[in-house]
């Protein structure tokens, strides 16, 4: 198995990380409403990490977003790129996550990551990021707040509430499920936050976490796994 290298001339202290992050954000595109829900394809993100080894291994699947099939999977492992700093987690995993996306042969379509886009200390995250790295639409859903306040939404599939800073609404908190624990949504690049909190509904028929994670994340513990298989 190879296993990818940190990308020469990658930041790696938290002030060099910093200044990316600020430079790439002024490219974020967020007046464009995004492809409709349930149209085209969507592909699912997700890592996992064995800190002790210093790998990463990332999972890119592509379903179809009507049916929600999975059209075609792909997975990465690499070194772990940064130091866990909080705000910075991006550059921990993004060289392999985007190994991962490009061994794909369908068109990704829209980028759901499993964590934040605008709902992010420096509205910056991992799915702002990619979206600007690869020019796709890209939308964060994450299983927490962070560091954001909300009032709890409706019971019912579908209700949302705001997910503040301050009394900035960097996101919402979506009810996937009846009397169920809500997901934070947030843009990330090409989408507003609208189209973002329909896709994450319509990507969660039966359970609280979209389909797209919960694909992405069995496929990036199992390349974990055989990757530890191979490495003494």
């Known amino acids: 198995m190879t296993i990818i290298d940190i990308p020469a001339g990658w930041p790696a202290d938290e002030a060099t990380a910093r200044a990316v992050q600020r430079e790439l954000r002024e490219r974020l595109v967020l007046d464009e409403p995004g492809p409709p829900a349930g149209t085209g394809h969507v592909t699912g993100l997700d890592v996992a990490y064995d800190d002790e080894r210093d790998l990463v291994a990332a999972a890119a699947v592509v379903l179809d977003a009507r049916t929600l099939d999975v059209v075609e999977e792909a997975t990465a492992v690499g070194r772990v790129s940064f130091p866990y700093v909080p705000g910075l987690l991006a550059f921990r995993e993004i060289p392999t996550v985007l190994a991962a996306l490009h061994s794909l042969t369908a068109a990704p379509g ?32 994450a299983k927490n707040p962070f560091t954001f306040t909300y009032d709890q939404p409706g019971p019912a599939r579908g209700d949302v509430s705001a997910l503040l800073s301050d009394d900035e609404e960097v996101g919402r908190a979506l009810r996937t499920q009846e009397d169920v624990k809500p997901v934070f949504v947030s843009v990330g690049h090409r989408v507003s936050l609208e189209t973002a909190c329909a896709h994450a509904l319509h990507l969660a028929p039966r359970y609280r976490i979209p389909e797209t994670t919960r694909h992405a994340d069995s496929l990036c513990r199992r390349a974990l796994k055989t990757a530890l298989g191979t490495v003494v």
């Open 110 to 141: 829209l980028l759901v990551c499993d964590g934040y886009g605008r709902a992010h200390p420096r509205r910056f995250g991992l799915a702002s990021h990619l979206g600007v790295l690869t020019g796709l639409p890209s939308i964060g859903v």
